[in-house]
């Protein structure tokens, strides 16, 4: 099987519609997907959900795009812990998605930082209000509160391994660790206007030594403005890939015995896209 079947990237290419995609139900509903995995794009995280909502790599560069050693998802994006983060061109309010996935790898578990959400103008995720991820030595958090509503699922985390993670945000709201549910109850809430961002910085009052921004490695952020089913969040989790990974095409007999044949790309001129 050749590598783009399984590892697509923007060299070999990738299904950039859902129609061509291996999975194109799992393109319903797509608000943003960020896909570090298909390899580095400079300073640009682009946003391959057909919204070309591309994201800005800020305090990084370009040594920032690390290899990962891992089957599905070959690369993703360091960030530092000090002042990295990611902010896509256009706002997404918290009330655009419903389900938050993405893979991580924990730059410490002695620690508190922030991951993804929701940010206040001073580009900080506050424990009382906001709609995310955060992690807090060795306990991952999903939070969906407004005004110390206490909206939060949570984990145990405590190594320094990928992972996947996945979030649902509504009023039935669950958490997902490598595909399995993990917690589950009302995580409906957020706050506006906050922005959404990649690598967020958890606000604390000032003074406390421990860091504030997420230090840690992340890869293919998607964003739904649906809930997706258990068998999605699955798929997500045991082929990362099946997104962007073109669907395979069976041609009718007498075009694949054509298309073996050299002189029909003479006669035929229109090239069949799978």
């Known amino acids: 099987m050749p590598v783009s079947n399984h590892t697509p990237s923007w060299k070999q290419g990738f299904a950039r519609y859902g129609h061509l995609s291996a999975a194109p139900g799992l393109?319903?509903?797509?608000v943003g997907s960020w896909v570090s995995g298909l390899g580095p794009t400079g300073l640009t995280l682009r946003d391959v959900s057909n919204h070309g909502n591309h994201g800005t790599l800020t305090n990084m560069d370009p040594?920032?795009?690390?290899?990962?050693?891992?089957?599905?998802?070959?690369w993703a994006l360091d960030f530092d812990g000090d002042n990295d983060y990611i902010v896509p061109a256009v706002d997404i309010d918290y009330t655009d998605y419903e389900t938050i996935s993405l893979w991580l790898k924990l730059g410490a578990t002695n620690d508190i930082y922030g991951i993804i959400g929701n940010l206040t103008g001073e580009l900080q995720f506050w424990d009382s209000y906001g709609r995310g991820l955060q992690y807090d030595?060795?306990?991952?958090?999903?939070?969906?509160?407004?005004n110390n509503s206490n909206a939060k699922l949570s984990c145990a985390l405590a190594d320094t391994n990928w992972h996947h993670v996945a979030a649902t945000f509504t009023a039935n709201g669950a958490l997902y660790l490598d595909?399995?549910?993990?917690?589950?109850?009302?995580?409906?809430?957020?706050?506006?206007?906050?922005r959404f961002a990649i690598g967020v910085n958890l606000g604390v009052p000032p003074g406390l030594s421990y860091h504030q921004w997420f230090l840690g490695q992340i890869s293919h952020v998607c964003l739904y403005d649906r809930v997706l089913a258990p068998s999605e969040i699955q798929q997500l989790h045991e082929k990362?890939?099946?997104?962007?990974?073109?669907?395979?095409?069976?041609?009718?007999?007498?075009?694949?015995?054509?298309?073996?044949?050299?002189?029909?790309?003479?006669?035929?001129?229109?090239?069949?896209?799978?």
């Open 240 to 274: 990362p890939m099946d997104l962007l990974r073109k669907r395979p095409v069976t041609l009718p007999a007498a075009v694949a015995a054509a298309v073996g044949n050299p002189w029909y790309h003479y006669a035929n001129q229109a090239a069949i896209v799978g």
């Open 27 to 30: 393109w319903k509903g797509l």
């Open 63 to 74: 040594t920032d795009w690390v290899t990962t050693g891992q089957r599905g998802i070959p």
């Open 137 to 146: 030595n060795g306990t991952l958090y999903a939070m969906g509160e407004t």
């Open 179 to 194: 595909g399995k549910l993990v917690d589950s109850g009302s995580l409906d809430g957020g706050w506006d206007p906050y």
